[in-house]
């Protein structure tokens, strides 16, 4: 398969999570790589939820091997982190359930194993600002990726595509908080997982060609319904054991805003820089 289009593109951006939780239950969840540009050089990180690294045993991060700048596809490397919960830097909001990792580490870490990684960055210039918020409708297509339930393509290492719409307008924050509302399928495992909104028209917010989706959030909770006319949002959990018996999920995700990843990776490199 040759990496020849955004959506080919999309499928690199996700690593998978898998762990080992404190009550000795499996799960797994979703992680992506963003690009960040400062004034001191591109740094790369990986992004996921704050409530897939806490209480977790151990875990580990499922990367697709590269030859020769290219992909491998099938060939799984998966680099397992000492003190899981302990290396990842947490959003200095508790509120905000986003937690990153930098890249280059791992990177490190994988090369001294004679592997050379393969993924994709999301860029973070792909954040739409207050002004293209604003311009976007109270229905867009959304588009997110990852690994709903646990289900993947083990054989070739392939995340899932899934799509929705928005269900709550994004010039808005969903209940005062910098989220929002999706309508679509958000199962376990699909925590973490990106958010894009698909633009048909590549200019229509000042964007260069070639760009043709906005990257909107992160996935991190999911409505249920317990009883007649009572709903919560739980995060979504790692696996279906979170789950409370008896209980429907409704097909409404919380999306975290995106522009929360750019503050957690400022707030890294702030204090990096210190």
Same mark, same amino acid.
């Given at each position: ?129 207050? /002004? ?115 209980? /429907? ?26």
């Amino acid at each position: 398969m040759e990496i020849n289009s955004t959506t080919k593109r999309l499928l690199f951006n996700t690593i998978r999570v898998d762990t080992v939780l404190d009550d000795g239950s499996e799960g797994s969840g979703t992680a992506f790589v963003v690009s960040h540009a400062n004034a001191h050089g591109t740094h790369t990180f990986i992004v996921t939820n704050r409530h897939l690294v806490d209480g977790v045993r151990r875990g580990g991060l499922v990367f697709t091997q590269k030859r020769h700048g290219r992909p491998l596809l099938g060939q799984r490397f998966q680099l397992n982190i000492d003190d899981f919960p302990q290396a990842w830097y947490l959003h200095p909001d508790p509120a905000v359930d986003l937690a990153i990792i930098p890249m280059r580490p791992l990177e490190q870490a994988a090369n001294q194993q004679g592997v050379e990684l393969y993924y994709q960055v999301i860029d973070t210039r792909l954040v739409p600002n207050e /002004e293209a918020t604003r311009a976007l409708d109270a229905l867009e297509e959304v588009l997110f990726v990852g690994y709903p339930s646990g289900v993947w393509d083990q054989v070739n290492l392939m995340p899932i595509l899934r799509r929705g719409t928005t269900a709550t307008p994004m010039a808005l924050d969903f209940e005062g908080r910098a989220e929002f509302l999706i309508d679509a399928a958000v199962y376990p495992g699909s925590s973490g997982s990106p958010v894009f909104v698909y633009l048909p028209d590549v200019h229509r917010f000042g964007q260069s060609a070639g760009r043709h989706f906005l990257f909107v959030g992160v996935v991190a909770a999911v409505f249920f319904r317990e009883e007649a006319n009572h709903l919560v949002s739980l995060p979504v959990p790692a696996n279906n054991h979170g789950l409370v018996m008896g209980s /429907e999920m409704i097909d409404l995700g919380l999306v975290i805003k995106s522009k929360a990843v750019v503050e957690v990776v400022e707030h890294y490199l702030r204090q990096w820089a210190q």
